[in-house]
């Protein structure tokens, strides 16, 4: 069969779940170093199973794309042992460098579309985005932005700091690889990521919205890829699973509140924001 006829699996199809002792669970990568975290060794004897290199999605239903690796061991120290990992080989389309999986395009809906929406999400618990437009009434500097000259943010760019960058409305903005550690004032990031029982939605204090922002670098996915290509209509994949934790209800756009935060930013009031 040609290859422009064979059936094209989503990369999701080769996700598989083990359960795991935190203590054996070895992590590599982490959102300081620009990754997904990964595992830095297999965890344990059985075949098949988790390798080490391979990406960390989830840890017992909790997204952990886009974490520090020490928020990472946070998550899973919070559960009871043994905790389940949902893991998945890279591939072409997602590897370890969170930069290429975010410059990325996909249709809106699409599972991989979320999955970009909860790394940032994820990414601006510990992260403060950057631009170089002058602060507007009510901002404050080092809180909603880190407001920066065009030469700060060239050498923010050209040294790798950034994970996402691109322009809207004139001005540059760019989201930076979040520290190794917390500041003293930030929250735990288990507060924020893992929802009780009884909680309908994730206790995030800030929403980000990034789809009007031109990037630099956006790509559409290789469509010589053989079993990673969105399908004609990009709202599916054969066998694609609905990635339902309720960080992915969050929508790109605007706040609710009305506040007319821009792309790339993330407004104080903790809305979801609206399209």
Request: charged share 25%.
């Amino acid at each position: 069969m040609s290859k422009s006829l064979r059936r094209r699996r989503h990369w999701l199809s080769r996700a598989q779940e083990a359960a795991v002792a935190g203590e054996a669970l070895q992590l590599g990568g982490g959102a300081e170093f620009g990754q997904f975290p990964v595992l830095a060794a297999a965890p344990g004897d059985a075949e098949p199973g988790p390798c080490a290199g391979d990406i960390v999605l989830e840890v017992n239903g909790t997204p952990v794309s886009g974490l520090t690796r020490r928020d990472v061991r946070a998550v899973v120290s919070h559960f009871p042992q043994p905790v389940r990992v949902r893991t998945v080989r890279p591939g072409r389309i997602i590897n370890k460098e969170l930069r290429h999986y975010l410059s990325l395009q996909f249709q809106k809906g699409s599972v991989d579309h979320q999955l970009q929406q909860v790394i940032r999400d994820n990414l601006y618990l510990r992260t403060i985005p950057c631009t170089t437009r002058p602060p507007r009434d009510g901002e404050v500097p080092g809180v909603d932005y880190n407001f920066i000259s065009l030469e700060e943010f060239k050498t923010l760019e050209d040294s790798g700091a950034l994970l996402e960058s691109g322009t809207f409305d004139g001005n540059f903005y760019g989201t930076p690889k979040p520290p190794a550690e917390p500041g003293p004032f930030q929250q735990d990031v288990v507060d924020q990521v893992v929802l009780d029982d009884n909680s309908d939605e994730a206790q995030r204090k800030r929403t980000t919205s990034v789809s009007m922002m031109q990037r630099a670098d956006t790509l559409v996915p290789d469509e010589d890829d053989d079993d990673e290509r969105p399908t004609a209509n990009g709202t599916g994949y054969p066998g694609e699973q609905v990635w339902s934790h309720p960080l992915t209800q969050f929508k790109s756009g605007h706040c609710a509140n009305s506040c007319s935060a821009p792309m790339l930013s993330h407004c104080a009031h903790g809305a979801p924001a609206t399209s």
